[in-house]
């Protein structure tokens, strides 16, 4: 089992979704509002970029982070599939992440492992 993290654009939640359930037996996903930034902050955007720092705070950028628990074979369409939804060729683009789940328990049922996906 593997869990699949992206983190996106706001405004390309939408076409991400869309994308992600055309897929045979998606599972679902949890999103959640985030804020960040990459290393687009130190390449000369000085005190008037979208990083400046104001009173010892940074300004960070709206992100939406998706989380995704599935089973091992779906995970490069997946990551295939969010990376072509969410592209804009632009800087802040995101980032996906893959991550081995360890052990899974669906609390209705208590059915383990990747029936509880």
């Known amino acids: ?59 960070y950028i709206p992100k939406v982070r998706i989380e995704i628990m599935l089973k091992d074979e779906m995970v490069d369409l997946v990551v295939e599939t969010i990376s072509k939804a969410a592209h804009t060729g632009n800087p802040g683009d995101g980032k996906v992440f893959v991550y081995d789940i360890e052990k899974a328990v669906r609390i209705k049922t208590f059915e383990q492992g990747e029936e509880a996906l």
Not at 38 to 59: A, N, Q, S, T
Request: aromatic fraction near 6%; include cysteine; charged fraction near 30%.
């Open 1 to 59: 089992m593997k869990e699949v993290k992206a983190i996106i654009q706001q405004f390309k939640l939408s076409s991400v979704t869309r994308a992600l359930q055309e897929i045979p037996g998606f599972p679902g996903m949890t999103v959640s509002d985030c804020r960040g930034f990459g290393k687009e902050k130190g390449k000369g955007k000085g005190k008037e970029g979208p990083h400046r720092v104001v009173e010892d705070l940074i300004d």
